[in-house]
Nanobody, 120 residues
Framework: QVQVVESGGGLVQAGESATLSCAAS????????MGWYRQAPGKQREFVAQ???????KYADSVKGRFTISRDNAKNTAYLQMNSLKPEDTAIYYC??????????????WGQGTQVTVSS
């Protein structure tokens, strides 16, 4: 069984920073790609950032230059450092982790989400 748990977030003022963490645990051989997605009220879930096991990163244009994704492979944990937050960043942030659970099975697991609210 695999669990993906996000932490961090909460209520912040516009212009401030916040850091989210995502930890994958359970019967995991390894974790390949990890990523962050977000869903604002009334909108579809959208891609935010991703990082490969080798450290290659990709960002949505809306967060490029403000958000930084990183990871600690030894802890199967990813982080999202969010700077210069804007009210439009308000959303539930979800973590995605591709976990290898056997020699030939890799599946995508999602966390339950963590709320980030940015007040103006």
């Amino acid at each position: 069984q695999v669990q993906v748990v996000e932490s961090g977030g909460g209520l912040v003022q516009a212009g401030e920073s916040a850091t989210l963490s995502c930890a994958a645990s359970g019967r995991i051989f390894s974790v390949t790609q990890m990523g962050w997605y977000r869903q604002a009220p009334g909108k579809q879930r959208e891609f935010v950032a991703q990082i490969s096991s080798g450290g290659e990163t990709k960002y949505a244009d809306s967060v490029k230059g403000r958000f930084t994704i990183s990871r600690d492979n030894a802890k199967n944990t990813a982080y999202l450092q969010m700077n210069s937050l804007k009210p439009e960043d308000t959303a539930i942030y979800y973590c995605s982790a591709y976990c290898r659970t056997s020699s030939h099975i890799t599946m995508n697991y999602w966390g339950q989400g963590t709320q980030v609210t940015v007040s103006s």
